[in-house]
């Protein structure tokens, strides 16, 4: 497990525009550029309001997952929260990998409660 850090932008921008299941891809107006920077934009401004990208690599395959802690949830539920915003894989990545991600993404949400 890695930060999104040891990545280059290049390496996070193809591993978005791959993601099978991006948040823009029912909007037929928009052209497939502009969906990509779209989600661009949202890991973005996720990782300025405090998210945190940890990467994953297994076999030569990377993947990132996206998670945040929930401040105001947490104070409202009285238990401490958060979100995971995004998991991005190529299509057809292994179950390993997957399953690695979310296994760093438990661990990370065990250390802050």
Known sequence: MTSLKGL???N???IID???YNDYRNYPL???EQKRQAMYLKVLSCLGQGGEALTETYKGEVGIIILRELPWD???FNIPMAAIDGV???D???ETLRQRLLDIALD???KRG
Do not use: T, V
């Open 8 to 10: 280059s932008m290049n």
């Open 12 to 14: 996070i921008k193809f």
């Open 18 to 20: 791959s993601y099978p």
């Open 30 to 32: 928009l052209k497939e």
């Open 74 to 76: 947490s104070s409202f």
């Open 88 to 90: 991005f894989l190529r």
């Open 92 to 94: 057809g990545a292994s």
């Open 108 to 110: 990370w949400m065990k």
